[in-house]
């Protein structure tokens, strides 16, 4: 069983940045690839993930080049760097965790198995 708790998320103009952090406690979280999600009105929807050893990112067409995933396993959390926002980022964000093996970090939502609370982003224009 893996406790996820994001944090970081909150208030801020257009072309802003906020840092999000996803904490996690439990299993081995150095084994497991990690995502980030997001939800709006519409469905939950892929942002970027992060293979288990760090060395391969992946990225939403929407948010590439604006926001950056990374992961410290010493302190067992993932982060997600986001710039130059937009009104359109606003959304509740979710990190995951999928435990089971894969070669490459799943963009689908129904591969990760533990999900936090979510936090949320409002972008102003």
């Known amino acids: 069983q893996v406790q996820l708790v994001e944090s970081g998320g909150g208030l801020v103009q257009a072309g802003g940045s906020l840092r999000l952090s996803c904490a996690a406690s439990?299993?081995?979280?150095?084994?497991?690839?990690m995502g980030w999600f997001r939800q709006a009105p519409k469905e939950r929807e892929f942002v970027a993930a992060i293979?288990?050893?760090?060395?391969?990112?992946y990225y939403a067409d929407s948010v590439k080049c604006r926001v950056t995933i990374s992961r410290d396993s010493a302190k067992s959390t993932v982060y997600l760097q986001m710039n130059s926002l937009k009104p359109e980022d606003t959304a509740v964000y979710y990190c995951?965790?999928?435990?089971?093996?894969?070669?490459?970090?799943?963009?689908?939502?129904?591969?990760?198995?533990?999900w936090g609370q979510g936090t949320q982003v409002t972008v102003s224009s």
């Open positions: 995951a965790a999928d435990p089971r093996y894969k070669v490459v970090a799943s963009r689908g939502p129904e591969d990760y198995d533990y």
């Open positions: 439990g299993r081995t979280f150095s084994s497991y690839h």
């Open positions: 293979n288990w050893s760090g060395s391969r990112t």
